[in-house]
């Protein structure tokens, strides 16, 4: 037997790939193909071994799958059941068995059964010794942010109209870091009068106080740079291009430290700088628990922001003229007072109209304010009177002045030192400007909490300015670099009127230009007109 082995035709392409042009088309009928770019790689010519993990040679267009099994998707519905039993965790050292109560789980749940009236009576109690614990301690015995009130947004203190644009945006960490040498100042101009200090407020003590008077019968002036009629005439008789209250410097001096929103009114008329407020503006108020770590609520009971701000503001004018000696041998008077009236009681104070010169073109007159006259070492020198005021015992982080103002004063201060940084930093500041001897500090409570309006001296210290700078570490050198700062950014704009706005929610001020007439008070008929209108 034998086999015979024929084989098959081999179609030879001498000229190139693929068949030859004597195969007919139909043989390629219903035969896979895999379409192959000349920038693909190519792995291999044939692989037996290959998986369904795609190798770094595949890409999308995988030519083994036009070739590759391809499942019908048939048996989608069918699911492999695991019937082995669930593995046991594994335990070490010896295994130990409990076995259940079924008597005591019986019992216990009965107890609870009956005990759930008492359980409501021990809940009720723990909910009033939390109540009294809140209002014997406030909220400082409260835990980290359990209960804690959201702080709302704050207010800007002038609304930002649609013709105000900025000019400048600048943030506290670059203001902290301007610096210019501190001037030595010299008097120009001194008018008003000065009696001697009192010393009664020395002797006051927390437990045997003296109680504050109340100065209405006396008017005291507040009145802005540009109304002032001697900065009038020292414009016209002086070099100086830059003009202010020691009031107004202070806040820019301090407002790295400031928390609330305040504005000043700047204007350039003729080449010359004004520092100006606003009348009712912040700047004019004295703030309380500003850059404490709860801030007044701003609302209308008599503890607000604005309601104790206005009670500072009244008790420092009030005991800056009870602690005088009005002696009329031992006045001192200077040129007349230029705010007061024939009809009104001025307030024995000294205004100490006086130059700056920073160099360059930098020359200042600042209108800066003196209390009174006391002795030190047999020196006559001129005292600046201020008061910090406790309206409420339970909120304050010192605690209660009449227990602890005698024995702890250092920490009564520090506390202070902490809640009214800014308030400090600018009293600090207004003592520099003026060049007084001694600063004579007042610590003032309320008779009762809920009674704003009378008071009780519990001690007064004396500071010199230079342990003040210390206490509120102060560096007058940048606050210079500040007030340089702004000046520079007003002189490369034209003549007209420019607002310092502090950001009420932000660390940072911006500098708007505004209208000639941004601030000019509109008359009551046109108000009503424009209301009808609307």
Known sequence: FTMC??????????TGWGPTGGVPAENFNNIPYAPFGKADRLGRAADWSATARPSRYQNSGNLSMAFGYTHDGQDDTFQL????????????????????????????????????????????????????????????????????????????????????????????????????????????????????????????????????????????????????????KLANETDAQIFATDQVLAVLMACP????????????????????????????????????????????SINSCTSLAQEATCINQNISQQLLQRDEANKKEFEGNPFASEEETAAARAYRYRKFELGEGYNFIVRTEVDGTAQD????????????????????????????????????????????????ARWTAQSILADVGLVKLAFVSRVHPRDPYNHIILNVQSFKPSEMLQQTNLN??????????????????EDGKFVILKDPNKPLIRLYTVPENAFDQVPEHEEEEDMMED
């Open 377 to 424: 070492k047999g020196v006559d020198k001129y005292i600046s009177v201020r008061a910090l005021n406790e309206f409420d015992s339970k909120i304050s982080s010192a605690g209660d002045w009449r227990t602890k103002l005698d024995s702890q004063k250092g920490a009564v201060l520090a506390a202070e030192l902490k809640n009214n940084s800014s308030k400090l």
């Open 81 to 232: 059941v695991d019937s082995r039993p669930a593995q046991r965790p594994q335990h070490f050292g010896p295994r130990r068995h409990y076995p259940t109560n079924h008597r005591r789980d019986s019992r216990l749940k009965t107890a609870n059964q009956l005990n759930a009236g008492a359980q409501r009576s021990v809940q009720r109690e723990l909910d009033q010794a939390r109540r009294r614990n809140a209002k014997r301690f406030g909220k400082n015995d409260r835990t980290w942010g359990q209960d804690r009130v959201q702080q709302k947004p704050r207010e800007a203190s002038v609304d930002v109209r649609a013709d105000w644009h900025v000019l400048q945006q600048l943030n506290f960490p670059l203001l902290q870091k301007l610096q210019a040498p501190a001037p030595c100042g010299e008097d120009v101009y001194v008018a008003g009068c000065l009696y001697p200090y009192n010393r009664i407020g020395e002797k006051c003590t927390a437990k045997n106080g003296r109680r504050l008077e109340r100065m209405e019968h006396i008017s005291f002036y507040n009145v802005t740079t540009s109304d002032d009629p001697v900065i009038d």
């Open 5 to 14: 082995f024929r084989l098959p035709l081999v179609e030879s392409n001498p």
């Open 257 to 300: 430290r400031s928390v609330y929103s305040w504005d000043i009114v700047v204007t350039k008329r003729d080449g010359k700088i004004y520092f100006d407020k606003r009348d009712g503006s912040p700047v004019e108020f004295l703030t309380v628990n500003e850059t404490a770590n709860e801030t007044p609520p701003n609302d209308n």
């Open 476 to 493: 007058m050198d940048n606050c210079w670099g500040i007030i340089k700062g702004f000046v520079d950014l007003i002189r490369k704009e």
